[in-house]
Every structure is written in C-alpha cells, then in structure tokens.
C-alpha cells in the first residue's frame, strides 16, 4: 500500500457529503420515542457506479473513532467495467463519533491487481487500523459480476487475485506495505482435509472478511472460492491467522470439513482467545438433521483445531442471502458466548440465537417487526463491550421499499422495541435488480461500542442510484 493515499476524489471533501437528521416520534402503543439519528452519505452521488459491501468498526481505544470500509462497482460487469472509479475501495474514517468522516481511496500498491472487492475495516485495541479486501485481475468478460445468470465465480482462467491486509498506526494517515494473506495458487500454505477440491484453493479472493481478538491481537483474515447460485459446486471459505500484528500470517485453513462440508459463504468473529466461524453447511454428521443448515466453527488455538456444532437446521432459517450470512459475533466480556442473526424460514422475522458453550446450547430470541414490515433481510449482529447485543437488518415493506432497522438486547434473549435508523426508505434501482450485488453486496453492517450502536449499510433513497450510508444510535434508546 502506498505511504499516503489520503488523496480525495476529484469533486469531493474530507468531510461530510450530506446529512438528514430524523426526527421524534412516539409509538403508537405507547413505547419510547424514536430517537433522533443523522444519517450519513459516507460515498456520495457517483454516475454509473453504486457503493456496496459497507463495514462499519469503532476503536476500542479512542472513544468517537469509527471507520466504515466500502467499494464502488460498475453496474455494466463485464468487459465495460474498466470505468474511471470502478471496483475501487474506500475507507471513510470519523474522529468525531461519526458526525463528519474523512474518505481516502486506497492504494494497494499491487499493480497485477487492478480490482478491489469487499473490503474490511477494523482496530486493534490500542488503535492500529486494519484493512483487509478481495483483490483481482480483470475477469473474462463472462465471468463479471452482474453476467447473465449472476456468475459470482470465475470460470476457467479465472484472474489471479489475493485478500490482502495492511495496517496503519497513525490513524489512517500511513499505511505498511500490503501483505498477501491468501494468494492464488499457494497450495503450500493449505491446511485442509481431502474433501476441499483443488480448484477451490486456487481462488481464495472473493469476499475478504476479518476479525480482530483484542485480548491477544490475533488477526484473521478469510477469503473464498464463492459458488454460482443454482449450481452444484459449493462454496468454500478459507481463513489464516496472524500473531505479530500482521506482518506475516499463518497456514490457510477450511471452514468445514468431511462432516461438515460448507455450501454457502459465512463469517468470522475473535474475542477472549476464542475464534468462530460460521457458515452454511450442506450436511452435518446427523443424517437426521436437514441441510442447507447454519453450523458455527469454535477454536481456542487460533483455529488450528475446531469444533463444529449445527445452530439451526434447513426448517428455521431462510437461506436469505449467499454472502455474508449468517453472521457471528463472540461477546468480548464472557469468553464461549457466541450469537448468529438469521432470517427465520417465513422471511418475516430476525431471529437471534446466543449459545454460553461454543454452539452446543443455543437460546432463540424472535425480534418483533414494526408496523409495516412484510418481510426481512440483510441481517448483522455484533457484541457491545459491555456485552449488549445488537441486531440489525433490512425490513421491506408491501411497495418494495425498505428501511434499515435496529434492536439491542441487555442479555441476549429479549429485545426491546426495533429503532428505524433510516429517514427514508430505499427502492433498489431497476439497473441493479437483476445484478449478484443485488444478492450479495448490499448488505447491512453493525459495531457497537459501550455507548452507541454504528451502523452502515447500502442505501437507494433517491431510487437511482445506490450509495454507502452510516448512522450512529445510542443504545440508551433501544436497549432491553
């Protein structure tokens, strides 16, 4: 990466592009007021690109540092993606608990690797900031993101590509060079079981995700071989582990294995010595027990040996999305407390599930929906410091439209009323309905600190054009 790519796009300013204040209501049962929330358009009016894959982190170690990591993407795909802008990600980073951020662009520094995809934002505990992201090659023009049929995987000849990791110690100012975490082709470094095909370890790039444990500094980086809906290749999600702050990372393992083969996507979370992976399994052990089914991952050495337990079988979730789902967290005060968001098989309802023993014992909690609400997507879950848990996600109302919405639980097995967080609702821009980012990329993400929730999230307000926004809710207002 180089030393300093804090360098705005031509027309934009290191602040702030817009602002919509919400305003107080009262529910109608009588209910604490909706609280007041700003939303912020952290990546602004772009023609013919549209912002995705936000994630949002806080510092643990500077109170109102919050960065949120996203790319844009050319909604064309194919051999027309070569636009100034296209497939280029972005970290937008607040030192005032989100009231104004300041964007940069970044500057891998890997001139093989002209695309950037899924990036990942997050802080060590005493402030470093981490950067991870899928990075590639120009793709075969029928294997672009938005192809017919919605290729998510790159067929024969498929790009080099990497997910790659930098960090920076001064606030985003500087950054260290970029280290390849898991390259294409480097079957050397895999540490798999024999049902993990070849093919699949040759492109661990796609969907690049990362955690950080503060208690040890251990940090993992995950990458994918991401299989086409419809087909009967499976999905296989790769992660490796680094010790001394990132310079270098260890051997790249699987998330599942022989009895518990992965078929779709997943996610990771580090806190208190314990690593979780979670994902969507095509088989368990059980042959009782029916699949596609959400499994977690438990390891307390870094991943080097896991524990795999099912969390919900095929008849209590909705598989929802390919990418990002389920998503995990691990509660940083209570070591083994673990929490997945699902979306329940009706596709009405967000359910949270918190297991005290690495997934051997889960609670379920349904949130209620607001008035108005038809059904549900998008899910994003994360642990406060104090051990509040907050769910997020999509409701889409009877037009189509939707809002973003958030809850919070004290103890993880009720939660209080659901806060709208958006201040207008989205309609997903015809150019884009038809697209895999509509599947995949627009997705919601949440952090939460010991006094605020923080979220990101894909926004179509303006019904033209799809752009990265962020809010800031206290957790006071809507904590059970």
């Known amino acids: 990466m180089s030393k300093n790519p804090r360098v705005p796009r031509a027309g934009s300013t290191c602040v702030t592009r817009a602002r919509i204040c919400g305003s107080l209501w ?3 049962n009588g209910a604490a007021a909706q609280p007041a929330i700003d939303n912020v358009d952290l990546s602004g009016d772009q023609p013919n690109l549209a912002a995705a894959v936000p994630v949002v982190a806080v510092d643990p170690s500077r109170r109102g540092r919050i960065a949120v990591a996203w790319r844009f993407i050319d909604p064309l795909g194919g051999p027309a993606a070569h636009t100034a802008g296209s497939w280029v990600c972005h970290v937008s980073i607040s030192n005032d608990d989100g009231k104004t951020f300041a964007d940069q662009p970044i500057d891998w520094g890997l001139k093989a690797y ?5 990036p990942w934002v997050g802080f060590s505990a005493r402030g470093d900031l981490y950067l991870a992201a899928s990075l590639m090659g120009a793709p075969p ?3 672009a993101n938005g192809a017919p049929g919605g290729t998510a995987a790159p067929p024969p000849g498929h790009p080099e590509g990497t997910a790659a990791f930098a960090a920076s110690h001064d606030g985003g100012r500087t950054w260290s060079p970029t280290v390849s975490v898991l390259p294409s082709n480097t079957l050397d470094r895999f540490e798999t079981d024999p049902s993990i095909p070849a093919a699949a370890k040759e492109v661990p790039w796609d969907g690049a995700r990362g955690t950080v444990d503060w208690s040890t500094n251990a940090i993992y980086i995950s990458g994918a071989f991401p299989a086409r809906p419809g087909e009967d290749a499976h999905s296989q999600r790769f992660y490796s582990a680094s010790t001394d702050g990132g310079k270098t990372f260890g051997p790249i393992r699987a998330f599942g294995n022989a009895a518990w083969p992965e078929r779709w996507d997943g996610d990771i979370a580090a806190a208190g010595g314990d690593y979780i992976a979670s994902y969507i399994a095509a088989a368990t052990p059980d042959p009782a027990r029916k699949c596609p089914c959400a499994v977690i991952a438990a390891s307390h050495d870094r991943g080097k040996t896991v524990t795999h337990e099912l969390a919900a079988d095929a008849a209590a979730l909705d598989i929802d999305t390919l990418v990002h789902y389920p998503e995990v967290a691990l509660d940083p005060k209570h070591r083994h407390r673990t929490a997945i968001i699902l979306i329940a098989s009706n596709k009405a309802e967000v359910t949270a599930l918190v297991s005290a023993n690495d997934g051997k014992d889960w609670v379920r909690s349904s949130i209620a929906q607001p008035a108005g609400v038809v059904s549900v997507t998008r899910p994003a879950v994360a ?6 848990l907050v769910a997020a996600w999509r409701g889409v109302h ?3 439209s939707y809002d ?3 809850a919070a639980s004290a103890r993880g097995d009720k939660f209080g009323n659901a806060v709208k967080v ?3 609702a989205s309609r997903t821009p015809p150019a884009w309905v038809n697209t895999y980012a509509v599947r995949g ?3 919601t993400s949440v952090a939460a600190d010991a006094s605020a929730a923080h979220l990101a999230w894909a926004d179509a307000r303006n019904g033209a054009d799809v752009r990265v926004y962020y809010a800031r809710v206290p957790l006071r207002d809507f904590v059970k």
């Open 398 to 400: 009877a037009d189509g």
């Open 422 to 424: 958006s201040t207008e």
């Open 383 to 388: 642990f406060s410091p104090t051990s509040v």
């Open 114 to 118: 002209s695309r950037c995809n899924a």
């Open 441 to 443: 990329d627009f997705h």
């Open 404 to 406: 973003i919405y958030a």
């Open 141 to 143: 023009a029928h294997a």
């Open 26 to 28: 009262v529910l109608a």
